[in-house]
């Protein structure tokens, strides 16, 4: 199996910044897509970006984009997820996902393993 530890979560200001790290240990032997999910309480939960094997193609969801980037370092089995200009409503437990194989789904049941979550509040 692979597991998945989130960390970088915290307080923020609107307007500023975070970044999320997502370790990936075990069996990480095959090439595997990387995704951000966020859930906020009473909402469901919603892909924030994604990022394949290789980097070559990446997802970001309307409301984020321009303002999060999804990049990865393989050698280190992780995936980071910068957040810039954050706003209260990126208020929300974020959370890590990991599936096997090239594709690059948006959907949170594609996905097979996902770490604990990190919460991130952003005041006003």
């Known amino acids: 199996q692979v597991q998945l530890v989130e960390s970088g979560g915290g307080l923020a200001q609107a307007g500023g910044s975070l970044r999320l790290s997502c370790a990936a240990s075990?069996?990480?032997?095959?090439?595997?897509?990387m995704a951000w999910f966020r859930q906020a309480p009473g909402k469901e939960r919603e892909c924030v970006a994604a990022?394949?094997?290789?980097?070559?193609?990446?997802y970001y969801r309307d409301s984020v984009k321009g303002r999060f980037t999804i990049f990865r370092d393989n050698a280190k089995n992780t995936a980071y997820l910068q957040m810039n200009s954050l706003k209260p409503e990126d208020t929300a437990v974020y959370y890590c996902?990991?599936?096997?194989?090239?594709?690059?789904?948006?959907?949170?049941?594609?996905?097979?393993?996902w770490g604990q979550g990190t919460q991130v509040t952003v005041s006003s």
């Open positions: 996902a990991v599936r096997y194989g090239v594709n690059l789904p948006m959907t949170a049941y594609e996905y097979t393993y």
């Open positions: 990022i394949s094997w290789t980097g070559a193609s990446t």
């Open positions: 075990g069996h990480t032997f095959r090439s595997y897509a």
